[in-house]
């Protein structure tokens, strides 16, 4: 059974950071690409960034320069390091894995899910 479970999220200030993390299990993470998505109220999930087994990385261009994500295959976990936050990012967000080949951008490609976690950037 594949379980995704994200922390990390809160309340921050424009301009702050912060740092998500999804430990993930039930599944061969070293071979995984894990994605990072996230939701505003009202609007559809979009596509925040990925990370390949091989390290290579994908962003949204919204995200990208503000935005790194990275693995630790040792700690079956994904990151998320969110620095010059803007009200706009304030979403909830979730990590996603199980990525069935096609576009690494698109939900529909991942299996897997977590539940959230509610990140709020004041202005």
């Known amino acids: 059974q594949v379980q995704l479970v994200e922390s990390g999220g809160g309340l921050v200030q424009t301009g702050g950071s912060l740092r998500l993390s999804c430990a993930a299990s039930g599944l061969t993470f070293s071979r995984s690409a894990m994605g990072w998505f996230r939701q505003a109220p009202g609007k559809e999930r979009e596509f925040v960034a990925a990370?390949?087994?091989?390290?290579?990385?994908y962003y949204a261009d919204s995200v990208k320069d503000r935005f790194t994500t990275s693995r630790d295959n040792a700690k079956n976990t994904v990151y998320l390091q969110m620095n010059g936050l803007k009200p706009e990012d304030t979403a909830v967000y979730f990590c996603?894995?199980?990525?069935?080949?096609?576009?690494?951008?698109?939900?529909?490609?991942?299996?897997?899910w977590g539940q959230g976690t509610q990140v709020t950037v004041s202005s």
């Open positions: 996603a894995a199980g990525f069935r080949g096609g576009l690494i951008q698109a939900s529909e490609a991942y299996e897997y």
């Open positions: 990370i390949r087994w091989s390290g290579i990385t």
